[in-house]
Nanobody, 118 residues
Framework: QVQLVESGGGLVQAGGSLRLSCAAS????????LDWYRQAPGKQRDLVGS???????NYADSVKGRFTISRDNAKNTAYLQMNSLKPEDTAVYYC????????????WGQGTQVTVSS
């Protein structure tokens, strides 16, 4: 019954900001690692960054210093704050929950489009 709903995508100009949200139903959010991925047209899906159960974050070099991942366990929601956006950030962004308690699980959001114009 777990479902991830992503929102916040849209069209922005280079240098602008967007905040993506990933809201999860169910009770597994707080025991899950949250990953953000993106896939640009004609390119492979790349990991943008992640946040662990304990709140430790990591980021791809391409977004480090510009993007920030956070989570609010009380709201079962994770966020991807994107600042100083560049045209090369244009992609469909996906969130993913993974965990191992009671066996491995993995859930993906439907994706949200981010387009950065120059």
């Amino acid at each position: 019954q777990v479902q991830l709903v992503e929102s916040g995508g849209g069209l922005v100009q280079a240098g602008g900001s967007l905040r993506l949200s990933c809201a999860a139903s169910g009770s597994i959010f707080s025991i899950s690692t949250l990953d953000w991925y993106r896939q640009a047209p004609g390119k492979q899906r790349d990991l943008v960054g992640s946040i662990t159960i304990g709140g430790t974050t990591n980021y791809a070099d391409s977004v480090k210093g510009r993007f920030t991942i956070s989570r609010d366990n009380a709201k079962n929601t994770a966020y991807l704050q994107m600042n100083s956006l560049k045209p090369e950030d244009t992609a469909v962004y996906y969130c993913r929950l993974t965990g191992r308690r009671y066996g491995f699980f993995e859930y993906w959001g439907q994706g949200t489009q981010v387009t950065v114009s120059s």
